[in-house]
């Protein structure tokens, strides 16, 4: 016959040491700091009653480590940026799963991952942005065969990966975004709307398709109203600050500031966005009364400009949670798929 075993509980030694459980709970622990909480005479009591109960300690077991998990996203300090690798280091750290993060998308990254631990006894997983530059796309699509070979998976981040792209891949739905931004300004009555992007046609360079969602989003939302106007205003010029500058008074000319109803305008990023802003009100245009300004991307910086910027949130954080989540079960055998992200409108005084 099976002796039953009896499990012996902190309260059991509380009662026999005449103490409070939590007073037992910092006694036994392993914390120097709190064992500090206790006085010596209650710890000695509690010692000795665990001793005569026959008291023993669960093992403290750690979560066994999933694999090793390469991350590389491309050089950037914004707060956007920030929410993504916390996402990604918490979810991994719940797992116990170490991360080698590099602050670039690019050839010596890729390169140096799989030199390391592509012939690793562990299981390996990556969670990568598609190569911002193209000259660094053959060692990433190099990774992502041996990576395949390997039945290692890899998860897709971001919207810069070409459509069909062979692996899972979390983004966000940007012409949604576009969309939201787009009815938004539709149900403020504005005589006419502008739209405005700072993209290079997706003819051009099809990584930038993305940006391009944004503005049709906008523009078949805004061009269902039959009675207003809506122009789509793209700078094919350049990135730099002079060229916006130099699209943004283009843009200036072509407008009659003169009439009483308010423009609608919807920039496809916040930099242009914030760059126009600045513009109109050293002219002495109101914004959020004669023109109602909506961005892209939501920032950190625009709830601080006067008046705090309209935008359309790109959530970072919950790409990085479900991106690092989908890796995590793949890299347990789970099948998983890949998953656009709802933008959200954040409606301030610009609009």
């Known amino acids: 016959m099976n002796k039953k075993i009896t499990r ?3 309260k059991d030694i509380a009662a026999a040491a005449g103490c409070s459980q939590a007073a037992v709970s ?3 622990s392993t ?3 709190q064992q500090r909480l206790v006085s010596a005479e209650t710890a000695q009591a509690v010692q000795q009653a665990a001793r005569q109960l026959g008291y023993r300690p669960r093992s403290n ?3 066994r480590a999933v694999g090793i998990v390469g991350v590389f996203i491309p050089p950037g300090r914004t707060i956007l940026t920030l929410d993504l ?3 990604i280091t918490q979810e991994a750290n719940k797992a116990n799963t170490p991360i080698h993060c590099y602050n670039c998308a690019d050839s010596k990254s890729f390169n140096h991952f799989m030199n390391n631990y592509a012939d690793s006894c562990q299981v390996l997983g990556v969670l990568s942005y598609y190569p911002p530059d193209e000259r660094d796309v053959p060692a990433f699509m190099s990774m992502a065969e041996k990576l395949r070979k390997n039945a290692a998976p890899l998860v897709v981040i971001h919207n810069n ?3 069909n792209f062979p692996a899972v891949t979390v983004k966000f739905d940007n012409y949604l975004g576009g969309k939201l931004a787009g009815e938004y300004l539709k ?3 504005c005589r006419e709307y502008f739209i ?3 993209s290079i046609p997706a003819a051009n360079n099809q990584h930038d398709d993305y940006l391009q969602q944004r503005l049709m989003g906008c523009y078949n939302a805004l061009s269902t109203s039959q009675q207003r106007s809506c122009q789509m205003l793209i700078n094919n010029h350049g990135h730099s600050h002079e060229q916006i500058m130099n699209a943004i008074e283009r843009f200036y000319r072509m407008v009659d500031w003169k009439q009483p109803e308010p423009i609608g305008i919807f920039c496809d990023n916040d930099r242009l966005a914030l760059s126009l802003h600045s513009f109109l009100q050293y002219h002495n245009i109101a914004i959020g009364i004669q023109a109602k300004l909506v961005g892209y991307n939501d920032e950190e910086i625009t709830q601080y400009v006067y008046p705090a910027l309209t935008s359309v949130r790109q959530p970072f954080d919950e790409m990085g949670s479900i991106a690092m989540t989908k890796l995590l079960n793949l890299m347990k055998g789970k099948v998983e798929r890949s998953e656009l992200i709802r933008p959200k409108l954040i409606k301030r005084a610009s609009a």
């Open 85 to 87: 690798l916390n996402a």
């Open 26 to 28: 910092r006694a036994l």
């Open 196 to 198: 405005l992007g700072s």
């Open 161 to 163: 990966a070409p459509e």
């Open 61 to 63: 077991r750690q979560r």
């Open 8 to 10: 012996i509980l902190l």
């Open 31 to 33: 914390d120097i700091l």
């Open 187 to 189: 149900s403020l009555n």
